[in-house]
């Protein structure tokens, strides 16, 4: 190894020790006879100080290195109690392990602000930003407490195909693609494939995967490629769905909040409360916003200005239940005593759908029903509804927006700035 310490392993009780440090030059300033250089690494700065006359002159020179120089740096650990960390590092040996050969594009430190389609369009350099490393440190952090919750809740991790035969959801927001000798699409969701999981014995699982949408949206909470969390749960019901997203939507947050404290601080997040979702009905809602003096009107789909107008009325999270069927996905299960609306709902946290599922329909008769209503052909989900002809269990799922959910944790602007590398109409490099 090129390090022997990351900087965050550094501490006082190692003061007059040799280290070896690896990074980036962060900024260099000179203070009368000392010079000072920020180092830093995935995992915070460290200050290296020279002094004239006591340093070697050759190591001072070497110091006067461009910002963003990727280096090694060899000193000893000693205290300083004017330095942040309560310690400095006195160089020894510095080695630039890759001379800079262009002008990095944009201040890295923030001093000088550059607009986000310049950063996204060097992402690579926006990536050593501490505010873009916080990002996804804390969305490293949400796939964590997803994965971990699920596991402890006997769920198990598959993987799904991305490429499939016919649109999964219906409509035409599809992405094709030239399959050999057939047409094929890039697929918007694994819905259909996690329900086959379900139907051959898994019981529950969980997927982590990218989905495709060909939205012609140009807003600040949509991507054509993000990533879906989704679960399915055999012998459930929507009520038990709906448990289990809210207990993960709140671990995920009590987590990233127990966590990952210096990343939020990093980003100015500083009202960040574990959410304890209020449940209310589809119908509720209409009511509530047509008081409002909203012009909606039963059996409307709820836009973003109706999601936000969610937050002012009932706080951080909400989940609304019971959404007519026929603006549901057709594999939505019609309610049994109104078949008009379906078991349906969505998680809305700080005024964004975050989430969204149902409880399914197992029953083949009705499923192929629910596809001819939509004005699709049955012949193209053959596969699927002979599976539900197999004995097929009452199961329930959904699925969360994993660019969604770290865009309102990190109290973020734009969905684009949650995507390590964002695909959105325009955006398909780099």
């Known amino acids: 190894m090129l390090r022997t310490n990351w900087i965050n392993q550094l501490t006082k009780d190692m003061a007059e020790k040799e280290v070896s440090l690896c990074g980036w030059v962060h900024e260099v300033r000179e203070l009368g006879k000392l010079t000072f250089l920020l180092l830093r690494d995935s995992t915070g700065i460290v200050q290296v100080t020279a002094k004239a006359g006591v340093t070697e002159p050759k190591i001072i020179e070497s110091m006067s290195l461009p910002k963003e120089s990727v280096v090694r740096i060899t000193g000893t650990v000693k205290l300083n109690s004017q330095a942040r960390a309560g310690f400095e590092i006195?160089?020894?040996?510095?080695?630039?392990?890759?001379?800079?050969?262009?002008?990095?594009?944009?201040?890295?430190?923030?001093?000088?602000?550059?607009?986000?389609?310049?950063?996204?369009?060097?992402?690579?350099?926006?990536?050593?930003?501490?505010?873009?490393?916080?990002?996804?440190n804390i969305q490293s952090a949400i796939l964590s407490s997803f994965r971990n919750t699920l596991?402890?809740?006997?769920f198990k991790e598959i993987r799904t195909p991305s490429i499939v035969a016919e649109a999964t959801e219906g409509g035409a927001e599809l992405f094709p693609v030239q399959y050999f000798e057939n047409n094929a699409y890039l697929a918007q969701s694994p819905q259909l494939y996690k329900q086959l999981a379900i139907i051959g014995g898994m019981d529950r699982v969980f997927i982590i995967t990218p989905v495709f949408r060909a939205e012609k949206s140009n807003t600040t909470a949509h991507l054509t490629e993000s990533t879906q969390m989704d679960v399915e749960m055999g012998f459930a019901t929507a009520d038990d769905a709906v448990s289990l997203l809210s207990t993960v939507v709140s671990n995920i947050v009590a987590d990233v909040k127990d966590n990952n404290k210096k990343d939020l601080e990093t980003l100015g997040v500083t009202d960040l409360d574990v959410p304890h979702a209020k449940v209310i009905a589809y119908g509720e809602l209409i009511k509530a916003l047509q008081a409002k003096g909203d012009g909606i009107k039963m059996g409307d789909d709820i836009s973003?200005?109706?999601?936000?107008?969610?937050?002012?009325?009932?706080?951080?999270?909400?989940?609304?239940?019971?959404?007519?069927?026929?603006?549901?996905?057709?594999?939505?299960?019609?309610?049994?005593?109104?078949?008009?609306?379906?078991?349906?709902?969505?998680?809305?946290?700080?005024?964004?759908?975050?989430?969204?599922?149902?409880?399914?329909i197992h029953d083949p008769g009705?499923?192929?029903?629910?596809?001819?209503?939509?004005?699709?052909?049955?012949?193209n989900f053959e596969f699927y509804i002979n599976a539900f002809r197999c004995g097929a269990p009452p199961h329930a799922g959904w699925s969360i927006g994993l660019e969604r959910i770290t865009m309102k944790i990190c109290g973020l602007g734009n969905i684009r700035e949650s995507s390590l590398f964002p695909r959105d109409r325009k955006r398909i490099a780099p």
């Open 90 to 136: 006195i160089p020894t040996k510095i080695e630039d392990l890759n001379p800079l050969s262009t002008r990095i594009p944009f201040e890295v430190t923030g001093k000088v602000p550059a607009d986000l389609d310049v950063r996204l369009n060097y992402r690579y350099i926006d990536i050593r930003r501490l505010e873009t490393a916080a990002v996804f």
């Open 151 to 154: 596991i402890k809740e006997g």
């Open 304 to 360: 973003r200005e109706h999601e936000e107008a969610l937050y002012e009325l009932y706080g951080d999270a909400v989940i609304v239940r019971d959404y007519p069927s026929d603006i549901r996905a057709f594999y939505s299960m019609p309610k049994a005593d109104n078949p008009e609306l379906s078991e349906s709902y969505d998680f809305i946290y700080k005024g964004l759908e975050i989430s969204s599922g149902a409880q399914r």
């Open 366 to 379: 009705m499923l192929t029903e629910a596809i001819k209503k939509r004005g699709m052909d049955p012949k």
